[in-house]
């Protein structure tokens, strides 16, 4: 299965890859919190080699990515909230796949409805 969502999503975008980096699979549960607009810490999923990011959701949910518009730079400290410029919002849904380059900071809401499942691989 790992194989055939990143070969035909990366086929379909014509991103030609040497090897899975990593593949890891994220479950969420409702947290039940007064702010819905809680967010996971902004983050890389790997700051040492460019890569792209496919994202395939299990179900649908709640607890949207959020993609920002800033992008890595090796000797530049991760960018404060405040200078934070949304470039793409994505919500969860079932056999949905989402790819870009895993240099942009990005991160997920908190789900508060449903459990929020996610499969994230690398590819170099």
Known sequence: M?????????KKIGFRY?????GRSFLQLPLNLDDKDILDPVHLD?????????????????GD??????H????????????LKIKKTITP?????VIFDGWYWHTAQQPSNDIRCVINYNVI
């Open 46 to 62: 790997n700051d040492t080699d460019p890569h792209m990011v496919v994202l395939y959701y299990v179900k649908d949910s709640d």
């Open 2 to 10: 790992t194989a055939k969502i990143v070969n035909m999503s990366c």
């Open 18 to 22: 040497n090897q899975i980096h990593q």
């Open 72 to 83: 890595y730079e090796k000797d530049k400290e991760r960018p404060m909230k405040n200078n």
């Open 65 to 70: 990515t959020v993609i920002f518009d800033n």
């Open 93 to 97: 849904k079932k056999g949905r796949v």
